[in-house]
C-alpha cells in the first residue's frame, strides 16, 4: 500500500480529445476533485476550465509535475501516458471510455464511486514491468524507445520475414514469420493473445517472444527471464523493417541496423482499486462483447 490519494495535492487529468465524450467526463470529474479539495493540472491545448484551482502546464511539464494523472480514454490512450510518465514515477489511473478496458480501472458510467475510493485511499500501487528497445542506425547514436505492451517488428509490405533472435549472444530460433512480437506480462493480452501467445500474470517478470503467423507450425511462443538481452538480426533481402511500439510509435530500420530489447529500467505505476483482481478483470473482459 502507497501513501493515501488524499495526501496528493495536486491531481493531472488527460483527456483523449478523440472520444467525444471526454470533455463533459472531464469537467464533472474537475468538480468533484476540486469540491473535495485537490488541485487540478490539465495540458495546455486541451479544455479550459474557469476556476482558480486549475493549472495548465505544456507537454515538458506536465507528464513530470502532478502528483498522479488521471486518464479518460482507452487502454490506448493509457499506453501513451504511461510512456511519458514513467521517467518520473509518477501513479496513473484510467476511467475507460474505450471499448475493452484491460489497464483502465474505472467506468465513466460510474466515475463518481470511481473518485470516492480514491479520495478515500481505497486503493494500491501496482507495478508494471516495461521494455526498453535501442536501435542503433549506421553512423548514428542509438536511440531508445519504451513499450508497456510491446514491441513489435513486421515489414510495411507485410510480406514474410527472416528474423532470427538472439539472447546474450546465443541463438533463441530463426523465425520465418509474418513478424515477430516481443511482449510484457502487461502485453500478453493483447496483440500476443491475438497470434496465439500465452497469458500471463501481470507481476510476473519476463518477456514473451512469439512470432506471428510463422512458416513452421511447430513454431510457439518463448517466455524468457527479465535479464536477457533479446538482439534481433534480418535476412539481407529484407527492406522497409517497421519496429512499432505499443502500436503507436513506429520507427523503419534496413537489416543492417541493430536492434536490442530488454527490461526497461522504469516501470509503470498503475493505481488500482481494492475491487477486483486481474484475474478477475481478464475473465471478465475476455468474455465481454463489444
Do not use: W
Amino acid at each position: 500500500m502507497e501513501a493515501e490519494f488524499k495526501n496528493f495535492k495536486e491531481i493531472g487529468i488527460y483527456l483523449n480529445m478523440d472520444k467525444p465524450d471526454s470533455p463533459a467526463l472531464a469537467e464533472k470529474c474537475i468538480d468533484y476533485l476540486i469540491r473535495h479539495g485537490f488541485k487540478i493540472a490539465l495540458l495546455e491545448g486541451q479544455i479550459k476550465y474557469p476556476h482558480e484551482c486549475v493549472v495548465y502546464y505544456p507537454k515538458n511539464l506536465f507528464y513530470r509535475k502532478p502528483d498522479c494523472i488521471l486518464v479518460l480514454g482507452g487502454d490506448g490512450t493509457l499506453l501513451f501516458v504511461a510512456r511519458k510518465v514513467c521517467f518520473y514515477s509518477i501513479p496513473i489511473f484510467g476511467i475507460n471510455l474505450g471499448k475493452l478496458g484491460f489497464l483502465t480501472e474505472g467506468e465513466a458510467g460510474n466515475y463518481q464511486d470511481t473518485l470516492k475510493n480514491l479520495s478515500s485511499g481505497d486503493y494500491y500501487i501496482e507495478e508494471r514491468m516495461m521494455l526498453s528497445c535501442s536501435i542503433k542506425k549506421e553512423n548514428e547514436s542509438a536511440c531508445f524507445y519504451m513499450a508497456l505492451n510491446d514491441v513489435l517488428v513486421k515489414s510495411r509490405g507485410f510480406r514474410m520475414m527472416d528474423i532470427e533472435a538472439k539472447a546474450n549472444g546465443s541463438t533463441i530460433d530463426k523465425f520465418r514469420a509474418d513478424g515477430l512480437i516481443i511482449a510484457t506480462p502487461t502485453g500478453s493480452t493483447g496483440y500476443s493473445l491475438a497470434a496465439g501467445g500465452p497469458v500471463v500474470a501481470p507481476r510476473a517478470n519476463v518477456m514473451i517472444l512469439n512470432p506471428i503467423c510463422p512458416h513452421r507450425l511447430h513454431d510457439r511462443s518463448y517466455i524468457l527471464p527479465e535479464d536477457e538481452v533479446i538482439k534481433l538480426e534480418f535476412g539481407d533481402r529484407e527492406k522497409d523493417i517497421m519496429v512499432t511500439f505499443d502500436g503507436q510509435t513506429t520507427v523503419t530500420i534496413t537489416p543492417q541496423d541493430a536492434v536490442k530489447v530488454k527490461k526497461a529500467t522504469y516501470c509503470t505505476r498503475l493505481i488500482r482499486l481494492n475491487q477486483m483482481s486481474s484475474y478477475d478483470r481478464l475473465r471478465i473482459k475476455l468474455s465481454s462483447e463489444y
